[in-house]
């Protein structure tokens, strides 16, 4: 692995890659509240067929937090994004995976540039809670009210983190857990207390609802191949309101997209690519390299 700096749309981005350069560009784009180092041990797997770049968004990780008072909007992430795949592959379709956030955000991408993205490894990215039309005046007004009443994140220790993490998380190895927390907390001055890297400005609520609907005309723009992946043990679907593990449901949201292929992973949680990484970089390798459409 290698580590560097770059400047996007005003903003220092810590990069980490994995492989050679000269190399097919999969660019890894990580979850709310994660880093682009917990596909340290995914990329490992992946690394001798392509060189893998996955970014600390803006205000995670240890990239530079912006000083807007009013917080992130996805805008920005489809700025930064844009960018970043310019920046290494400026000629050249891509490939690119997204876990959760990441996998939302490159939804919306792959249908707003098209032309850009080859083949997209959808990791339990499935959309957020859908709100009501009435809740938009009490949102925004929430949003407004919470500017600058959020403080940071405290841990009365590393073992404080890694146990709430696992309670939402179970069956993450502690080897990777440790090595990834690098990259997700920071020391405070007092003794044995610990932070969360990313900005508190991430937890301010939206100002505007969310309708599964709005994603319906990207995924139709969509021409890259697409792979959804959602690990059977996960607490994400029920977060987003389907009750049940049913393949129907989980097709129908994506049935927008011309190419797509669904694939459970047994055992697997939320951060599926922090669980068995051979077999999902089995997965993705067998994926990417094959050219049968999908469906």
């Given at each position: 692995?290698?580590?560097?700096?770059?400047?996007?749309?005003?903003?220092?981005?810590?990069?980490?890659?994995?492989?050679?350069?000269?190399?097919?560009?999969?660019?890894?784009?990580?979850?709310?509240?994660?880093?682009?180092?917990?596909?340290?041990?995914?990329?490992?797997?992946?690394?001798?067929?392509?060189?893998?770049?996955?970014?600390?968004?803006?205000?995670?990780?240890?990239?530079?937090?912006?000083?807007?008072?009013?917080?992130?909007?996805?805008?920005?992430?489809?700025?930064?994004?844009?960018?970043?795949?310019?920046?290494?592959?400026?000629?050249?379709?891509?490939?690119?995976?997204?876990?959760?956030?990441?996998?939302?955000?490159?939804?919306?991408?792959?249908?707003?540039?098209?032309?850009?993205?080859?083949?997209?490894?959808?990791?339990?990215?499935?959309?957020?809670?859908?709100?009501?039309?009435?809740?938009?005046?009490?949102?925004?007004?929430?949003?407004?009210?919470?500017?600058?009443?959020?403080?940071?994140?405290?841990?009365?220790?590393?073992?404080?983190?890694?146990?709430?993490?696992?309670?939402?998380?179970?069956?993450?190895?502690?080897?990777?857990?440790?090595?990834?927390?690098?990259?997700?907390?920071?020391?405070?001055?007092?003794?044995?207390?610990?932070?969360?890297?990313?900005?508190?400005?991430?937890?301010?609520?939206s100002p505007s609802p969310f309708f599964p609907s709005e994603?319906?005309?990207?995924?139709?723009?969509?021409?890259?191949?697409?792979?959804?992946?959602?690990?059977?043990?996960?607490?994400?679907?029920?977060?987003?309101?389907?009750?049940?593990?049913?393949?129907?449901?989980?097709?129908?949201?994506?049935?927008?997209?011309?190419?797509?292929?669904?694939?459970?992973?047994?055992?697997?949680?939320?951060?599926?690519?922090?669980?068995?990484?051979?077999?999902?970089?089995?997965?993705?390798?067998?994926?990417?390299?094959?050219?049968?459409?999908?469906?």
């Amino acid at each position: 692995m290698k580590e560097m700096i770059i400047q996007l749309n005003g903003l220092s981005h810590q990069i980490y890659t994995w492989g050679d350069s000269s190399l097919p560009c999969l660019f890894m784009i990580h979850g709310w509240l994660d880093s682009g180092l917990s596909f340290q041990f995914l990329a490992e797997e992946l690394a001798e067929q392509f060189y893998c770049i996955a970014p600390d968004l803006r205000g995670f990780g240890k990239t530079e937090h912006c000083l807007d008072p009013i917080g992130y909007f996805f805008e920005q992430y489809f700025c930064d994004i844009h960018d970043l795949l310019n920046q290494f592959s400026a000629h050249k379709k891509v490939f690119v995976l997204g876990h959760s956030m990441g996998g939302i955000l490159l939804s919306y991408y792959c249908g707003a540039f098209p032309d850009r993205v080859e083949a997209f490894i959808n990791l339990e990215g499935l959309g957020t809670r859908s709100n009501r039309t009435y809740e938009a005046p009490d949102l925004l007004r929430n949003w407004v009210l919470s500017r600058g009443q959020l403080p940071y994140k405290v841990f009365l220790s590393r073992q404080d983190y890694k146990t709430r993490f696992l309670r939402r998380n179970p069956g993450v190895p502690d080897k990777k857990l440790e090595f990834i927390m690098e990259g997700l907390l920071r020391k405070l001055p007092v003794e044995e207390q610990w932070t969360l890297r990313a900005d508190s400005k991430h937890f301010m609520p939206s100002p505007s609802p969310f309708f599964p609907s709005e994603l319906h005309p990207f995924l139709k723009k969509t021409r890259a191949k697409c792979l959804v992946v959602v690990g059977t043990h996960s607490h994400y679907l029920k977060w987003i309101g389907v009750s049940t593990w049913s393949r129907m449901a989980l097709k129908w949201r994506f049935r927008h997209l011309r190419r797509f292929q669904l694939l459970f992973i047994e055992g697997a949680g939320h951060m599926l690519h922090l669980g068995d990484s051979q077999e999902l970089g089995k997965v993705v390798i067998q994926f990417l390299n094959s050219s049968e459409k999908m469906r």
